[in-house]
């Protein structure tokens, strides 16, 4: 199946930092998310971005599709940016996600 | 709009006890529907997946059941649970006709066993 790589795994920022999350499969896909895990557990959706650049405030994804690489920025961190950032897959018509191993990022104040 | 619930939130359970954990889905219908579970740590593993009422494929074989009695409502189950049960267990969907693909989770399950 499908592989997906995340790096890098823990990630610690000042506040007000900036930082870029990188996720890399190893097959072309038609499905491609980011979510943030807060800490409660439940994971939101950030982005869905099989390809192209998209934002959304603070936060912006690009997936270079023909180079099995997604990127997420995120700029200006702020604590509550804190979490596990997972990046998931899908390259087959049952839509079902392959996830990646995260990235635990810390915003210390 | 589309909204995703499953209950209990918590649970602690003995070994060998078993278990129900519920999700139900509202504003659609005839969703894929996704149980996985989250170990200590962070990796995310599919359990089982439904396209449709009675129809469940399992992904790991393992010591859980799912059932999908109704259109938007999906059940994982145990008749007896064991130590290795315990984690963090999301429920999830996504559209099935036209669709991208994307999943949306539920809130979560997190599940001890002692």
């Known amino acids: 199946g499908i592989q997906v790589e995340q790096s890098p795994p823990d990630l610690i920022l000042q506040e007000g930092a900036n930082s870029t999350l990188r996720c890399n499969f190893s097959?072309?896909?038609?499905?491609l998310q980011w979510f943030h895990q807060n800490p409660w557990g439940q994971l939101i959706n950030l982005f869905y971005?099989?390809?192209g650049t998209k934002q959304n405030g603070r936060l912006s994804a690009t997936t270079v599709a023909t180079e099995r690489y997604s990127l997420l920025y995120i700029s200006s961190s702020q604590t509550t940016d804190s979490g596990v950032y997972f990046c998931?897959?899908?390259?087959?018509?049952?839509?079902?996600?392959?996830f990646g191993g995260g990235t635990r990022l810390m915003v210390k104040p | 709009s589309q909204t995703i619930h499953q209950w209990p939130a918590t649970l602690v359970q003995p070994v060998g006890s078993p278990l129900s954990l519920e999700c139900t889905v509202e504003?659609?219908?005839?969703?894929?529907l996704y149980w996985y579970r989250q170990a200590a740590g962070r990796g995310l593993q599919l359990l089982f997946y439904s396209v449709g009422i009675g129809q469940i494929s399992s992904e790991v074989p393992q010591n859980l059941s799912a059932s999908r009695p109704q259109d938007r409502q999906f059940i994982l189950s145990s008749k007896k649970l064991l130590l290795s049960d315990s984690g963090f267990y999301l429920c999830?969907?996504?559209?099935?006709?036209?669709?991208?693909?994307?999943?949306?989770f539920g809130e979560g399950s997190r599940l001890t066993v002692l």
């Open positions: 504003g659609t219908s005839n969703p894929n």
């Open positions: 097959d072309s896909v038609n499905n």
């Open positions: 971005i099989p390809s």
């Open positions: 999830a969907w996504s559209e099935k006709r036209g669709s991208t693909g994307e999943l949306f």
């Open positions: 998931a897959v899908n390259n087959n018509a049952g839509n079902m996600l392959t």
